[in-house]
């Protein structure tokens, strides 16, 4: 998936860091949440925030925490990825929320999906935390955990350099349901 998602975002941290969304490097359709008041960023499924400006180094263990509510199926929720392969990413395809980590051997994935295809697609808030290390990445949404270890021992680092991309990447946009 390389389109916005249609969803709001909470707080959201990378390696224990809140990440500021108030004062995104750039920013694209983006609004806040609602009319009347609430936290976070709303993505209409046309946007994107680009956060850190001097771009995101990943490396070897990254810790990132969100919180998200959409009634859409599919799209992206972060991505940080490298002129290579190396990457990082969060996404939503076909109601399951997906974790993906290329440290340049090849992807490796952990996946939940609810009970039910549309459970995270409820308009409900919804806890994500998803954790990289040199040895495999975990995703645990709303208290579930998923993990799945680094079959390529010989690679444990993903070496990136771009922005933190949040609800979207510049130049992709819905393709709504």
């Not at 400006?53 to 940080?80: P, Q």
């Not at 490298?82 to 990082?88: E, F, G, H, L, Q």
């Not at 579930?144 to 993903?158: E, G, I, K």
Request: proline fraction near 3%; charged fraction near 15%.
């Amino acid at each position: 998936v390389t389109h916005s998602i249609p969803a709001c975002i909470g707080d959201m941290t990378v390696n224990s860091k809140q990440l500021d969304k108030e004062s995104p490097v750039s920013i694209f359709a983006v609004n806040k949440c609602y009319v009347t008041a609430q936290e976070g960023t709303f993505f209409d499924g046309t946007g994107f925030a680009a956060l850190v400006r001097e771009g995101y180094k990943v490396r070897s263990d990254v810790n990132i925490t969100l919180e998200f509510r959409t009634t859409a199926l599919h799209g992206v929720l972060l991505g940080v990825s490298s002129a290579r392969v190396d990457a990082i990413g969060l996404e939503m395809v076909n109601g399951k929320v997906l974790f993906h980590v290329n440290n340049g051997a090849g992807r490796m994935t952990a996946a939940y999906g609810a009970r039910g295809a549309a459970a995270l697609c409820d308009g409900s808030w919804h806890k994500l935390q998803a954790s990289k290390s040199k040895h495999g990445i975990s995703l645990t949404v709303d208290g579930h955990l998923v993990q799945t270890d680094n079959p390529y021992l010989q690679s444990t680092s993903a070496d990136t350099n771009n922005p933190i991309y949040v609800g979207g990447y510049p130049g992709r946009y819905s393709n709504t349901c």
